[in-house]
Structures are given as C-alpha cells and as structure tokens.
C-alpha cells in the first residue's frame, strides 16, 4: 500500500506494516536556491560555477549533497510518514548515487523495512525506512536507510 502526502492521522508502531509505502510531493530545485545553500555551507566550485563545474567528475552544477538532504527532509516533514513523535533518527546510512542538478524535481519514496519495539522502552519502538529522492527522470539521487523513534499508541501492547 502506497499512501501519498496529505495524510493527517498520527502513526504509532502499532499502525506500520513492513512494505508500507509513502510518497511525498514534489520541490523544484531552484539554481539560486542552490547556491545560496552552497555558498554558506559547502563553498566548492563544482557547487557554484558552471564553468568550473564541467571539468570535474559532474560534468556541470550540482547540488550539495547536504542540500539534498535538506530538501528531502523538508518534503518528509511536509508530506511523508506522519510518524506521532515526527522524524526523530537514531542514525542511518546516506548515499548520493546521482547529483541533483538546477531544475530537477524532486520527490521522496519512504519505505518501512524493519520494525522493532523496544524490550527496554515499552512506550516506543525502531522503525528502520528507506528514503529514496528521485528526480523527474527516477533516478536516485539520494538514498538514506535510517532508524526512526516512534512510540506505541498502547506501551508494551
């Protein structure tokens, strides 16, 4: 099952099937946008010159990979699981396998793949999901397999 952005019910462990899918909406990477988040944060050429960008293993602008993971956090937040606690990691594993480019229009797929409630907390659980960004073309430009705390609606049920 497939739930897209716009959900409004809260989701305790209880609630979540491993497969569960959830999509978000969509953000257009815009070149500006880009460079401004590169020039305060990750100041390389390939980030902020087009020029200088060709010549390197992108072969044009590219997005910081922060960056991305920055806009795919913020379309999470506004569209994807709707986790009661919100998205609070315990820490996961992020690759970039494709850059994001100017223009690109972005949109996560999160997958639940593990649950696990905890022995020690009763009032919580794991929950690992796989977040994958895609471009307008689907290729992935970011994946991030993480570990997300989320409570028991009833704890020890």
């Known amino acids: ?24 909406g969509t953000k257009t990477v815009d070149e500006a946008e880009l460079k401004s988040f590169a020039t305060t944060y990750d100041p390389q050429p390939f980030h ?54 100017p223009g690109d229009v972005l949109q996560v797929e999160t997958e639940i793949l593990e649950i696990t409630p905890s022995r020690s907390r009763p009032e919580r659980g794991t929950v690992t999901v796989r977040n994958d960004t895609r471009n307008q073309h689907g290729d992935i430009v970011q994946s991030f397999v993480v570990k997300i705390i989320v409570p028991r609606r009833t704890p020890g049920a």
């Open 48 to 101: 902020l010159d087009h020029e200088a960008a060709k010549s390197t293993m992108f072969g044009g602008l590219a997005a910081s990979g922060w960056h991305t993971a920055a806009m795919t956090m913020r379309l999470i937040v506004d569209g994807g699981p709707p986790f009661a606690w919100g998205i609070i990691g315990g820490g996961g594993e992020l690759s970039w396998p494709k850059p994001t480019r």
């Open 1 to 24: 099952m497939t739930q897209t952005s716009g959900a409004t019910a809260r989701l305790y462990l209880e609630d979540l099937t491993v497969g569960q899918r959830f999509v978000t």
